[in-house]
């Protein structure tokens, strides 16, 4: 079967960096996307990852390994805004995307 | 308008009803897609449309049917809700069905059904 876990909560501080994993488990990969969702929003997209390897955007890191089966996302200097929750998501050999349950993300001040 | 919007916001609906959720888009997208998200499981691909004309089931297709008729509409409809299908429909469209196709959400129909 098909899997994507990540971790239901996690907390930190204004300011500080936090690190989401995610492992997955789906028959063929073509790609790993992260989204973010706020409460009672619709996800936005963050990052693509297809290549092993860390993409920088801004605050927002993103890193993937193939081999391994697991990507992470990295917020750095994190600010009150970005308390949502974390979705990630990986396109299979139907091209159909397999999400994650989330990854909730509390900051503290 | 810009982007995806679907109506209604929220539903309260009996048992045995039919329902039809809308979902509109305005950014010429080909592929449409409809997601149910539940608390503690992930979102989960109710039906997709990769052109206009076509359909597929997702995941969890089973007491839902989907019609697109054009590029820019793609209704959900429940023909008789049950309790189950108590939860959060986000409808979703895509430029196309690659790798590198971004999938971009309308804000989303609560519905409960009792």
């Known amino acids: 079967g098909q899997n994507i876990d990540q971790p239901t909560e996690m907390t930190a501080t204004e300011g500080a960096i936090v690190q989401i994993n995610c492992t997955y488990q789906?028959?063929?990969?073509?790609?790993l996307f992260w989204y973010q969702q706020h409460a009672g929003e619709a996800p936005t997209f963050l990052s693509y990852?297809?290549l092993d390897g860390l993409e920088e955007k801004g605050r927002f890191s993103s890193f993937l390994s193939r081999s391994k089966g697991y990507s992470y996302l990295l917020l750095k200097e994190l600010q009150m805004k970005d308390s949502a929750s974390y979705l990630c998501?990986?396109?299979?050999?139907?091209?159909?995307?397999?999400w994650g349950a989330g990854t909730k993300l509390i900051i503290k001040p | 308008i810009a982007g995806i919007t679907q109506a209604p916001t929220s539903q309260i609906l009996a048992a045995g009803r039919r329902m039809t959720l809308r979902c509109t888009q305005d950014?010429?997208?080909?592929?449409m897609y409809w997601y149910r998200q539940d608390l503690g499981l992930g979102l989960r691909l109710i039906h997709y449309?990769?052109?206009?004309?076509?359909?597929g089931k997702g995941e969890v297709p089973d007491g839902y049917s989907v019609s697109r008729a054009n590029t820019d509409d793609f209704p959900l409809t429940l023909a008789s809700a049950v309790p189950s299908q108590t939860s959060v429909y986000f409808c979703a469209s895509s430029a196309g069905t690659g790798p590198t196709d971004t999938q971009y959400f309308g804000p989303g129909t609560r519905l409960t059904v009792l």
């Open positions: 990852n297809v």
């Open positions: 789906t028959s063929g990969f073509n790609g």
């Open positions: 998501a990986v396109m299979d050999s139907n091209y159909q995307l397999i």
């Open positions: 950014m010429r997208h080909n592929a």
């Open positions: 449309s990769n052109t206009a004309g076509t359909t």
